[in-house]
C-alpha cells in the first residue's frame, strides 16, 4: 500500500510538473526543432543545425558545430520536463547531433575542441577560396571545448578535458595579454584558445561556460578556476558587463546574453563560490528589462529570472518575435579578435576598418523559445511556427 501511494504521488508531481506550461505548444516547437536538424545536404551533415555567418553583407552557411552543440545542451537540461513524446524527439535529436563530434575533435588527438570541423580541415566555410586553407584554421578553444564535453556526459573525455585546461593554464596563464580591457591586465582567469602563437584574450561567457563545466562535473577548484570566478565576480560589482559588454565578452558582446550565462552558471553553483553575485546578477537582469526591446533577449532575461528563483511579469511582444529573429546574434567576433598590436587594434575599431561577422540560426533561436516557455510556463497566444 505505502508503494502504492509513493507511485501515485510520484505520477502526480510528474503531472504537475509537465503541466506547468502549455504541452501541446512545446510539443510543437519541439517537432519544429526536430524537422530543422539535417537529414541529407551537400554542404551540412547529418544532424547538423543549419547555421549562418554574416560578414560584409554577404551571407554564408556555415556548418560550425558551436550552435549545434549549444542546442544539445539547453535539450538535455529540458529533457526530464518534457513529455514523453518529446522527450523522445529530444533523445534523438541529441544522437543524430552527437555523431558529429568527432569531426570537431582535436587534430592531434588531444581532449579538446574547434570551433570548425577539423576532420577534413576546412576553415571559412563558403568563404574565399584562400581562406580555407589549414594555416588559416582556428585553434581549439575552451568554449567549445567545455560546451561539446557537457553535452558528451562521459566521465573520461571530461577528466581528459579538464587536465588539458588546467595544463595549459599553467603553462600560459602568466603570460601578459596583448589585448584585454583595462582595469583586467593582470587576471590569471582562463583564456579562450589553446594555442601558442595566437593572439589570446579573455571573454566572461567562455568563462561562464568553463565554470558551468567545472560545476557539473563536480571538479575540486584550482587557482585558475578560483581566478575566474574572481573576473567574474569583479565584473559584476563594477557592473562593467552593462556598459563594456563587446569588451569583456568579443565573442557575445551583449549584456543580456551575458546574464543568461551568469545566471545559468550561478544556478549549478553548488559549492556557493558564486552566490555572493546571485541578488546584482537579479537586478541587472531586471534593469534590462527596461531597455532590451529584441524578443529573444526578453526571453533569455526572463527564463534566467526564473533560473534564479525569481517570478516576474512576464511581458513579450509576439508579433515582433519573428522581426527580433533578424537581429538577434548569440555569436559574433569583433576586430578585437584580430591578432594585432594595440594601437593598430584601435584604428581598426575607431575607424570601423574591419565589420563584425555574426553567425545566427533559426533552429538556436527556436531553442530559446523552447526554453524559455518550458522554464516559465508562458503560454503564447499566437501561432508561432
Not at 558582446?253 to 543568461?260: P, Q
Request: charged residues 20%; glycine residues 2%; neutral net charge.
Amino acid at each position: 500500500m505505502k508503494y502504492l501511494l509513493v507511485t501515485i504521488l510520484f505520477a502526480t508531481l510528474t503531472t504537475k510538473a509537465l503541466s506547468q506550461y502549455d504541452t501541446a505548444q512545446v510539443a510543437k516547437l519541439v517537432k519544429k526543432v526536430y524537422s530543422m536538424q539535417v537529414v541529407e545536404d551537400n554542404f551540412y551533415d547529418s544532424g547538423l543545425f543549419p547555421t549562418q555567418r554574416i560578414w560584409k553583407g554577404r551571407v554564408m552557411e556555415d556548418n560550425t558545430f558551436f550552435y549545434t552543440a549549444s542546442m544539445i545542451y539547453i535539450l538535455k537540461q529540458l529533457q526530464p520536463k518534457l513529455s514523453e513524446e518529446s522527450a523522445s524527439k529530444a533523445e534523438l535529436i541529441t544522437s543524430r547531433a552527437l555523431a558529429n563530434v568527432s569531426k570537431y575533435a582535436n587534430r592531434k588527438g588531444e581532449a579538446s575542441f574547434n570551433f570548425w570541423q577539423t576532420d577534413p580541415d576546412i576553415p571559412h566555410p563558403n568563404g574565399k577560396a584562400k581562406y580555407q586553407k589549414a594555416k588559416h584554421g582556428l585553434p581549439d578553444d575552451l568554449d567549445d571545448s567545455s560546451i561539446i564535453a557537457s553535452v558528451l556526459q562521459n566521465d573520461s573525455i571530461s577528466a581528459q578535458v579538464r587536465d588539458k585546461m588546467s595544463a595549459y593554464a599553467e603553462s600560459h596563464n602568466h603570460e601578459h595579454f596583448r589585448n584585454v580591457p583595462k582595469g583586467y591586465e593582470n587576471t590569471q582567469a582562463y583564456r579562450t584558445w589553446f594555442a601558442d602563437k595566437w593572439k589570446q584574450d579573455v571573454d566572461f561567457v567562455v568563462l561562464c561556460n568553463i565554470l558551468l563545466f567545472v560545476f557539473e562535473n563536480d571538479f575540486e577548484l584550482n587557482k585558475y578556476d578560483r581566478a575566474s570566478i574572481d573576473f567574474i565576480k569583479e565584473v559584476v560589482t563594477r557592473r562593467d558587463h552593462l556598459t563594456r559588454s563587446k569588451e569583456l565578452s568579443p565573442y557575445y558582446g551583449c549584456s543580456a546574453v551575458m546574464l543568461y550565462h551568469l545566471a545559468r552558471t550561478i544556478s549549478e553553483d553548488r559549492l556557493g563560490v558564486m552566490q555572493s553575485v546571485k541578488s546584482q546578477t537579479i537586478a541587472d537582469l531586471n534593469s534590462l528589462l527596461a531597455t532590451t526591446q529584441n524578443q529573444y533577449e526578453r526571453m533569455m532575461i526572463y527564463t534566467s529570472l526564473y533560473r534564479l528563483g525569481a517570478n516576474p511579469t512576464i511581458n513579450i511582444s509576439e508579433k515582433e518575435i519573428a522581426g527580433s529573429n533578424d537581429d538577434f546574434y548569440f555569436f559574433y567576433a569583433t576586430a578585437a579578435n584580430l591578432s594585432l598590436p594595440q594601437y593598430k587594434l584601435w584604428i581598426i575599431k575607431t575607424l570601423h576598418l574591419v565589420p563584425n561577422m555574426y553567425w545566427k540560426s533559426e533552429a538556436f533561436n527556436h531553442m530559446i523559445l523552447l526554453e524559455f516557455l518550458v522554464s516559465t510556463g508562458y503560454s503564447l497566444k499566437t501561432d508561432f511556427l
